[in-house]
């Protein structure tokens, strides 16, 4: 080493003073405190005032102050009305129930709103239409929060660029608009959803006879134009029939999940059951084929379920078409085993004549000509299919979408108005729209939030929520739903109708106009009132009508169902989730946090393989697990994270995680449509969509096919990669097999049921023999005292052969009970909150698609008289009421989770968190202090969503143990209801549970035990032989039993498990 | 202990002298279908909104034709009756209201009610509440002198037993100890440290269950609004400014129009001088032109001039948030009168908190009241048809009255859910 020196400045070269002074130095720079003190504070800070003093102080002073504001009372004031509006239902804490009908595109479910003191809280189906015979959906459930969403457009905005302004009145948009549309080079365009509300579609007609040369389109991102075109070629009309499952012996299902998002799935849901119910006097039951490339909830009950590639959708129909028509399908390159279900189903079908029906989910117009061409060979038409009442909530076709573009593109759209659509997110061209929309002169948009279209169009109207506004629907010939204002708008919002009334030149507001147009419609103002009131015009029930049916086009579909390429190595099928449907709701929170009835998931969607798929070389070996073998399940189970994969179909590339769920065929991958919504600014999303989306799922509508004519949800060629990455998939549910546990679900086959129908009874005595059998069990099996309950002892049945897994209940359970929202991180950690959960269990060999058996079962507090729980609560504050209820007193609980732990049925829920905000203290959502909570959290918890809140339910705060209530208030509030009027309680009608009233299949009752004329005791007689508790032998003394589940099949799978 | 006791016994004895119970409306109870239905506009003795009462019967002798009157008053005055029509001009043209659901037997209980009335002779005797309460503290008072006396007196004793002690040691010739002087000693140290200990946590507990208790919270109101005058002097029913209370949890506060529907006509306060707790006087006539100044109401004119807004009332009565209370529960399934909870408010001119609103409070009135069970005679609410066990209880005498507990009353999800 040298001594060289070398320096950088002189001060360093001569090691001045000044040089050693600023080295030293180098990093210090005293913070400009004293600059920032007053001149008469210079000083304070050397004043001799050491560290403990301040800290005494500050002890003090905070103690004093806790002191004095926990022992003060803070002063609440009570504000009456000055002037009380003059109706009877305006009584604060008294709830009032309006019709009204839920919308969502083209679906209208009709609906009763229930509202407490101005605040629309919950929705319960409207029993007088016999359209939904008063069922719901869990979307229809979970619309209610939708109104209290604070991303809905607040006001009418212009776009300046990509910047959403407000405009200040509608008399100054209505002017911008108008100086917009003048001297228009193209067209004027409506895009609309489909609309089948009489009165929009006369102000659309009005509007457009003003606008000479305009147009209107309608668009559904679930399109059903291969039925509709379909229908026109076999029988000369473009509608879609209406179904009539409950006529039909024999179901065959080609891909419809007609149970969860097909065409009409409450309507369906209520029909099917109809066959599905059985008693042991009568034991027959309705057969159910389903043939389908994805695990989906109507094939999870389906009896027999066969799959095939989703490329084979028009062979299958074919098949089943040669078959009946007395040929073979042997000629066909299907899978033996899919021969022989097809020619079994054949077979069923050509017994039942006139008592089958045949439907198909494809939405390739050649299929659905052969599928019309199966009906009819079966006699379906005018039986089980009614043409005199159509279904009108999907009349978009392609054709029409994809001539509009073609026109922007031309420049001849000059004007172009979006209602209730969102083609740049959800049309499988949507790039192509999204370009061609901007080359038009005048968009404006009345969708009720700045979506992924709203904001590239110039002006946006927001329309009111279906709670805050006038309106109608005729979502099936012959079946009006009357919607009516339940609170008025919460924002600056004018209805759609109202924006075209104005721009038409008429003065009308849409209230009267629709006022006008029902007074003369029905013939007068009682009749209008009475139909407002009811929520429903129903015209008189006509005969079962069919339609001629035209050979001539079955010859020319076939061929070309003939010609559909064979599939390559590994297809793509694309469907809707029962909970997000094409994403309408996105930004839900009830709807985010919904499992999904078959994988079990919330918060993603994903790619779904068959659990062979990762057991294949090409997948990572850390990754890679044989879900035969336990010890491989276990591991798998253990963790959520899922390995991605990129997805390539075509051009197009796609990475999601991938989660194996049985029954899908091995060469097959199913995403769900109506996730990833994303503005085009990402950052934009939380503000323009709603918080809770942001990152909820990737979107897979760009990955349609278009076959020329119309969209498939389906792709015959793609092909994956495997990445090293992985992304966690927050599952409510991780162990899918019962291990065949008949003591947790009992199922048997309709002919084991008719040959000994005391099967099931056999069995609960053979559990119980140790115990002192069925009949001293109740007194002998146990230690502790027999209770009696005077009076009241509630009980639920639940029908597993009705309840097919939709939802609505957990939906409905979430709004009734204020039931708290955590978000996918707390999902990830099994800290979800749902009271009900319905537990979904398959059976069978894993490798085998179509050996799988699946069973759904609600689980929720069981109610049990010999509560296991409630023996070990160190303060009582779990314990049994003298009606049979487990009461949990949320004040009392010190949260130590002894009960959780006890309970055998695993339905208590802990609030790890404070997910309600319910705690006194304001920063006790702060993320430095309890941990991450994800946006949707705070989403629930900002004042506006929390108008949602049932006030009779008590919102719980962190570390306190809840359950299910049986609805407690509503029982209170039955029970009050029956002592005013000084009368008994009035069985199914005073007391409903939440769940109850919610499900579309009517698959639980509920009432009083003790009343030998009730409901609940009548379905337990009557259906002795299927009664079962869950893990009877425990002795907990359930309040809810279950029905054994009968299948119309040959057998009941065994899980083959390797130990 | 004690305590509940009184107020339990206390509670029965209001229970059992209620005064009518407001459903079981019988015809012959003129009284309560006089205040529910006539006492907001008329008084028998005193004129308000509408004429005083009594010998109504001797100024309209025609019997037929008051009830015509009382039952449909636009109908008579159609017919061009001259009495009644001059009657209605001398009222300003107040219509009155239409009670066509009064039956002729409840009309006359009415008439009789009003024709019998006297004004009540000076106040009341105390409603025996008072009275337990003033023995109770006389009580506490007498066992607090007692224990003093008898702290003294063992002090005295133990402090001549060691004197004795000393002197039969000094006899014996044991030595004496060093005197200790009782302040030092650590027996009484220990005693007094025990006592200070007990006395502490026993006012500690005391205070600490009583956070967030409000027992006789009086707060001051925007106006002075005297439930004396109103529900007392005036006899006007509860329900008819707290209508909620039979139909909803809450009872509700009125809105203003209720008010202006009597204060419309009643500008002016004439009666007894109103005095604050403070015993300051309250001037009653600038009380109702607050209501005038809220409403927006101009006398002279007799319309609303101006918007109105709302009074912010002091709310008295405050229940936590995981408590569900049901007023119509309580007041129409229950029969519970409005005073048991309430206290006597037709005594008083500023509302206070009368009862502690504590669980306790609760569950003891539950323990202790009986429901509205059927009897033998088929009387009582027949929602309870349905306890069987308890209609053949009372039939075999095991029991004799059902009380809220014994149909669940008492349990958790009764009230907190």
């Known amino acids: 080493m040298s001594d060289k020196k070398y320096w950088q400045s002189f001060g360093e070269f001569s090691e001045s003073e000044g040089f050693k002074q600023s080295a030293q130095n180098e990093f210090r720079e005293d913070l400009p405190m004293e600059a920032s003190l007053p001149a008469d504070k210079q000083g304070l800070l050397d004043a001799k005032t050491p560290r403990r003093d301040f800290l005494k102080y500050l002890g003090f002073s905070t103690a004093a102050a806790a002191l004095a504001a926990g022992c003060e009372m803070p002063v609440k004031k009570v504000i009456p009305y000055v002037n009380k509006p003059d109706a009877s239902e305006l009584i604060p804490g ?477 297809e793509l099928v694309l469907y809707q989730s029962v909970a997000m449907g094409v994403g309408n709701q996105a930004n839900n929170p009830w709807l985010l946090e919904l499992p999904d009835p078959i994988t079990r998931a919330n918060w993603d969607n994903y790619a779904i393989v068959s659990p062979k798929f990762i057991k294949q070389e090409s997948i990572p070996k850390k990754y890679r697990f044989d879900l035969s073998k336990r010890s491989e399940a276990d591991k798998f189970e253990v963790h959520p994270d899922r390995l991605v994969i990129k997805i390539k179909v075509g051009s197009k590339e796609i990475s999601l995680p991938i989660l194996p769920v049985p029954g899908t065929p091995d060469n097959v991958i199913a995403i769900a449509v109506g996730w990833g919504r994303q503005s085009a600014k990402p950052e934009n999303t939380s503000e323009f969509i709603g918080r809770s989306v942001v990152g909820a799922g990737k979107n897979v509508f760009p990955l349609i096919s278009f076959n020329g004519v119309t969209a498939e949800w389906s792709v015959s060629d793609i092909s994956f990669e495997a990445t090293n990455e992985t992304y966690p998939v927050a599952q409510a549910q991780t162990h899918s097999s019962y291990e065949g546990r008949n003591e947790v679900v009992k199922e048997l086959t309709l002919e084991d049921f008719k040959k000994s129908p005391n099967e099931i009874l056999e069995e609960r005595e053979e559990e119980l023999k140790p115990y002192g059998g069925l009949e001293k069990f109740e007194k002998e099996g146990t230690l502790y005292g027999v209770y009696d309950k005077p009076g009241i002892h509630w009980g639920m049945s639940i029908d597993m052969n009705s309840c097919f897994g939709c939802g609505a209940c957990v939906v409905a359970c979430h709004a009734e009970n204020n039931v708290a929202v955590v978000g996918k991180s707390e999902v990830l950690r099994y800290h979800d909150m749902h009271w009900l959960r319905i537990d979904r269990y398959f059976s069978g060999n894993l490798e085998d698609p179509d050996d799988i058996q699946t069973v759904f079962q609600p689980m929720l507090c069981q109610h049990c008289d010999n509560a296991p729980c409630e023996n070990v609560c160190p303060v009582a504050a779990t314990n049994h009421s003298s009606e049979g209820l487990n009461q949990m007193a949320y004040n009392r609980c010190i949260g130590t989770r002894y009960c959780a732990n006890n309970c055998p049925f695993k339905v208590r829920r802990f609030n790890w968190a404070d997910y309600s905000g319910a705690d006194s203290f304001p920063n006790n959502q702060d993320a430095n202090g309890v941990g991450h909570f994800d946006p949707v959290v705070f989403q629930m918890n900002d004042d506006l969503t929390r108008m949602v809140l049932n006030p009779d339910v008590t919102v719980r705060s962190r570390g306190v143990m809840e359950k299910c209530s049986f609805c407690v208030q509503r029982l209170q509030d039955g029970k009050l209801k029956a002592k005013k009027e000084n009368r008994p309680l009035k069985d199914m009608e005073d007391v409903r549970t939440a769940c109850q009233q919610a499900c579309p299949s009517d698959a639980i009752v509920f009432g009083n035990v003790n009343d030998s004329q009730s409901m609940i005791n009548k379905t337990r007689a009557e259906n002795k032989q299927r009664v079962f508790y869950a893990l009877e032998e425990l002795h907990v003394l359930p309040n809810v039993n279950y029905l054994a589940k009968v299948r119309n099949t040959e057998k009941i799978s065994e899980s083959v498990n390797e130990k | 202990m004690l305590h509940y006791r009184l107020i339990a016994k206390k509670l029965f004895y209001i229970l059992l002298f209620a005064v009518v119970s407001i459903s079981g409306l019988r015809a012959q109870d003129g009284k309560a279908l006089f205040q529910a239905n006539c006492a907001s506009c008329h008084n028998p003795i005193k004129q308000l909104t509408g004429p005083a009462l009594q010998g109504v019967t001797s100024r309209v002798t025609d019997k037929a034709l008051l009830h015509a009157w009382i039952k449909n008053n636009i109908a008579v005055l159609g017919t061009g009756n001259k009495y009644f029509n001059d009657l209605y001009v001398s009222f300003g043209k107040t219509p009155m209201n239409t009670f066509p659901n009064l039956s002729d037997a409840e009309i006359d209980a009415i008439l009789n009610y009003v024709e019998t009335y006297k004004a009540p002779t000076a106040a009341p005797a105390d409603n025996g509440g008072g009275g337990t309460k003033d023995q109770e503290n006389d009580n506490s008072l007498l066992y607090g002198v007692l224990t003093l006396i008898l702290a003294v007196i063992m002090f005295v004793l133990l402090q001549v037993n060691s004197s004795l002690k000393k002197l039969s040691d000094d006899k014996e010739g044991i030595p004496a100890m060093e005197p200790i002087p009782f302040y030092r000693n650590k027996v009484y140290i220990t005693f007094v440290v025990l006592i200070l200990f007990v006395v502490g946590g026993y006012y500690v507990v005391q205070g600490a269950i009583g956070l967030g208790r409000t027992k006789n919270y009086q707060p001051e109101q925007p106006i002075f609004y005297s439930h004396k005058v109103h529900a007392g002097t005036n006899q006007i029913s509860c329900l008819y400014c707290h209508g909620g209370a039979w139909e909803s949890k809450h009872a509700g506060v009125p809105s203003l129009n209720i008010c202006m529907n009597c204060h419309a006509a009643i500008n002016e306060y004439k009666g007894e001088a109103l005095h604050r707790e403070d015993g300051t006087t309250v001037d009653g006539t600038a009380e109702i032109q607050k209501l005038y100044s809220y409403t927006g109401y101009d006398v002279k004119s007799g319309k609303y001039t101006e918007p109105g807004k709302s009074i912010e009332w002091v709310k008295i009565h405050n229940l936590p948030d995981h408590v569900y209370f049901n007023h119509s529960q309580h007041i129409r399934a229950g029969k519970v009168q409005c005073q048991t909870c309430h206290g006597n408010i037709t005594e008083m001119s500023e509302v206070k908190q009368f009862a502690e609103l504590s669980m306790g409070w609760c569950i003891n009135c539950h323990r202790n009241s009986k429901i509205d069970f059927p009897d033998s005679t088929g009387a009582g609410n027949k929602f309870y048809s349905i306890y069987e066990k308890f209609h053949n209880d009372l039939k075999n005498g095991t029991i004799d009255s059902v009380t809220v507990e014994k149909i669940g009353g008492t349990e958790c999800q009764k009230c907190h859910y």
């Open chain 1, 94 to 570: 008294v709830a009032g129930y309006y019709a009204t009908t839920y919308i969502s595109g083209g679906n209208a479910i009709p609906v009763v709103a229930k509202v407490r003191d101005g605040r629309p809280i919950k929705l319960e189906g409207n029993e007088l239409s016999s359209f939904t015979k008063g069922g719901t959906s869990a979307r229809v459930q979970a619309s209610v929060l939708d109104l209290y969403d604070g991303a809905r457009l607040h006001y009418p905005i212009q776009m300046v660029n990509g910047d959403p302004q407000e405009v200040s009145t509608f008399e100054a948009f209505d002017k911008m608009v108008g100086e917009a549309m003048t001297g228009l080079s193209g067209s004027l365009v409506l895009l609309t959803s489909t609309i089948n509300s009489p009165t929009t579609k006369q102000i659309i007609g009005e509007f457009l006879a003003k606008y000479p040369g305009s147009k209107h389109v309608q668009y559904d991102a679930d399109s059903y134009s291969g039925m509709l075109l379909a229908n026109e070629a076999t029988h000369g009309k473009r509608i879609i029939p209406s179904y009539q499952f409950e006529n039909a012996k024999v179901i065959v299902s080609l891909g419809a999940d007609f149970l969860g998002t097909w065409l009409s799935p409450v309507e369906f849901g209520w029909q099917y059951v109809q066959g599905r119910k059985i008693d042991a006097k009568n034991p027959e039951m309705s057969k159910h084929y389903q043939f389908e490339s994805m695990l989906s909830m109507t094939g999870g009950n389906a009896d027999d379920r066969y799959t095939h590639r989703p490329s084979e959708a028009g062979a299958v129909a074919l098949a089943l078409l040669a078959e009946l028509s007395g040929g073979s399908s042997s000629s066909s390159s299907l899978s033996p085993k899919l021969k022989a279900g097809i020619s079994k189903a054949a077979k069923d079908l050509a017994a039942n004549k006139g008592k089958a029906l045949v439907v198909s989910g494809s939405n390739n117009p050649n299929v659905q000509i052969i599928v019309n061409a199966i009906n009819e060979a079966i006699g379906a038409n005018g039986t089980t299919i009614n043409w005199g009442k159509p279904i009108q909530t999907h009349a978009g076709v392609e054709a029409d979408m994809n001539a509009l573009i073609a026109d922007m593109e031309a420049g001849k759209v000059g004007a172009l108005l979006i209602y209730g659509v969102n083609p740049v997110y959800d049309y499988y061209d949507g790039e192509k729209f999204k370009t061609a929309l901007q080359k038009i002169k005048a968009t404006v948009s009345f969708n009720e939030r700045l979506d992924e279209t709203a904001e590239l169009c110039k002006y946006s109207i927001p329309a009111p929520h279906f709670l805050e506004r006038w309106g109608d629907a005729e979502p099936k010939a012959g079946h009006i739903a009357m919607i009516q204002p339940t609170i008025n708008p919460l924002f600056k919002t004018r209805s759609f109708e109202d924006s075209l009334l104005k721009w038409s030149g008429n003065n009308t507001s849409y209230e009267n106009y629709f006022l006008q147009y029902w007074t003369k419609t029905l013939g007068s103002t009682e009749a209008y009132e009475k139909a407002l009131q009811d929520g429903v015009v129903e015209q008189p029930t006509v005969a079962l009508a069919a339609l001629g049916f035209n050979n001539a086009k079955v010859a020319e579909a076939t061929a070309a169902i003939g010609s559909i390429k064979k599939g390559g190595n590994l």
